[in-house]
């Protein structure tokens, strides 16, 4: 590692012009003059690409994710075919939680289901630390990918203590993450403890994929927009910030998600992100308004509106390129991940729109 004259550390030997370090995708996330603003889509790598569903058809989720092979021929899928400006790990935020020994599986068209949930500190203990030797299959997958995508970067992802929590203390998807918040109000020491061993393990997660190299990361907390500010800063920012300030030397963005989180943008930036993840509800000015200047901005776009006629398609993504001005740096994203139904072509067109419509030519800066 060495220090550069921003006073950012740069990672040996990716920083050289072209490599991915020097990409529209991190100089945005650094705030830093970019040729176009960057696009990828959240969930780029899944259910709407049919060579994706030729893969998945005969093995399931988490054993796809623990393939290497499988795993680098599943990111490099949409960066062939969309032409995006990073690829984003295949993986799911529950593998380092099954590697720590809680028994799930992801079961299709449901999600994230536990066979034991987790309700007692005698539970919480079942969840155990992890090295990269209970995750070798992440830290190979890293590897080939980083050859094989050359200049374009590879975001490495992990799940954030609340989201996770809510899958383990539920047992599976929640509309009201009621027992999570019963668990959350009605025994707090319980529930700081459960969170803690959580980051741990999510901490650890990001160590391997930055270690392996990838060149940013994106910590998923879906599901924080069911709190209240007051309760997100009690129950929740100190865990995802432990995540966030426990990579701040490590050298690669640290972008911070969730969905309905118009109210947390502020806190969920504070908690230690470069980059916060908005999603369509707030415009990228109004947005920009609450995280401050300090930091990059990544979205908008309302994965339904890819569902409609063209013309809307465009006139969406040239209402966000305009707001997303107003930051000091803007990665070109949905509002959540997308839809297993919609046209991949929307998707390529919409790469090429995003670019074409944002180029600057280099005596503008
Ligand atoms: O973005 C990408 O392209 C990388 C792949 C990725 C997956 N899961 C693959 C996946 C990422 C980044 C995730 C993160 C994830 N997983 C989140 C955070 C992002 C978000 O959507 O808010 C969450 C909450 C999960 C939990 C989870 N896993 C859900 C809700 C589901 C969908 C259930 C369903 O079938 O509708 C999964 C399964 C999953 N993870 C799939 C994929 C491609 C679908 C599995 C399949 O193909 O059958």
Known sequence: MTTDTTGTV???GDSRPGGPADSPFIRACRRRPVPHTPVWFMRQAGRSLPEY????????MLESCRRPELVTEITLQPVRRHGVDAAILFSDIVVPVAAAGIDLDIVPGTGPVVAEPIRTAADVERIRPITRDDVPYV??????????LGDTPLIGFAGAPFTLASYLVEGGPSRTHAKTKALMYGDPELWHALCARLAEVTLAFL???????????????????ALSEADYRRFVLPHSTAVLSGLAGAGVPRIHFGVGTAELLGAMGEAGADVVGVDWRTPLDVATGRIGPDKAVQGNLDPCVLLAPWPVVE??????????RAAPGHVFNLGHGVLPETDPEVLT???????ELSSRRADQG
């Open 53 to 60: 569903r030729g893969i998945r058809a005969s093995v399931p």
């Open 10 to 12: 740069a990672r040996d």
């Open 315 to 324: 006139a969406e993504v040239r209402r966000i390129l305009e707001q997303g």
């Open 207 to 225: 160590r391997v994929q930055i270690e392996a190299g990838v060149s940013a990361v994106q910590l998923f907390d879906s599901w924080a927009g």
């Open 139 to 148: 830290d190979e997958a890293v590897r080939q990918l980083v050859v094989e």
């Open 349 to 355: 067109r919409v790469v090429a729109l995003v670019h």
